[in-house]
């Protein structure tokens, strides 16, 4: 059972380059989540989704887009990017209700430069 | 918006000892949960332990237990027999308990570096 896969683990980008990352489950979970993590900041919420077809702007959503056309995929896009996007990037799923705790995928390194 | 606050960036704890990480937040609401997750060099989100806010009873999962204090909004994390691979860094996060379709989106507090020394 693979639980949350992201893809790739790691990227080096150019600044104005594009890519998706992809977030893939296997547990038929409704809700999908993109973090992104800093030093000193903790995990902040990109954006999330309740359902297919479904996406929402979490916290920090500027430079980046999202999609969920299937419900177990959620991607994860920047169309430009840019070297304040260097991070790393977790996507997480869960279920819709009760205390259902987030599940995590391996996380994903980006650099932009 | 809720804000979750880990004022210790660094902490320190012998093998076999025991530490108490703290972590405290700020809401309106009466109906939420907290948790702790560790996230060990591999970058893994592992979660070790929750806390529903209208239990009073603290929670607790073998060596690791929570000291959850609703009215002061503190909910610190005590790891007992401390061992060389609970190194790692341990984040705080609340979740509203309200279903509004707005999701399980969890807020996290900046994290608390715990190293465990020989």
């Known amino acids: 059972n693979a639980g949350v896969t992201q893809t790739p683990k790691f990227r080096v980008l150019k600044t104005g380059q594009s890519m998706t990352l992809l977030c893939a489950q296997d547990m038929n979970h409704e809700y999908m989540y993109w973090y992104r993590q800093d030093p000193g900041m903790g995990l902040r919420l990109i954006h999330y989704?309740?359902?297919?077809?479904?996406?929402a702007k979490g916290e920090v959503p500027d430079g980046y887009n999202v999609s969920r056309l299937k419900k177990q995929n959620f991607l994860l896009g920047l169309e430009s990017a840019a070297p304040s996007q260097t991070s790393v990037y977790f996507c997480a799923s869960s279920w819709r209700t009760g205390a259902n705790v987030l599940t995590f995928g391996a996380g994903s390194r980006l650099t932009v430069l | 918006a809720q804000t979750v606050t880990q004022s210790q960036p660094e902490m320190s704890v012998q093998e076999a000892e025991t530490v108490t990480l703290s972590c405290t937040y700020d809401t309106s609401e009466s109906d939420y949960y907290l948790f702790w997750y560790k996230q060990p060099p591999s970058r893994q989100m592992i979660l070790v332990i929750r806390q529903e806010a209208y239990k009073q009873q603290n929670a607790t999962e073998n060596r690791f237990s929570v000291n959850f204090q609703k009215a002061a909004k503190s909910f610190s994390l005590k790891i007992s027999d401390s061992q060389l691979g609970d190194a790692a860094m341990y984040f705080c996060a609340y979740r509203s308990g309200e279903v509004t379709g707005g999701g399980n989106k969890l807020t996290f507090g900046t994290g608390t570096q715990l190293k465990v020394e020989l």
């Open positions: 989704s309740v359902g297919e077809g479904t996406t």
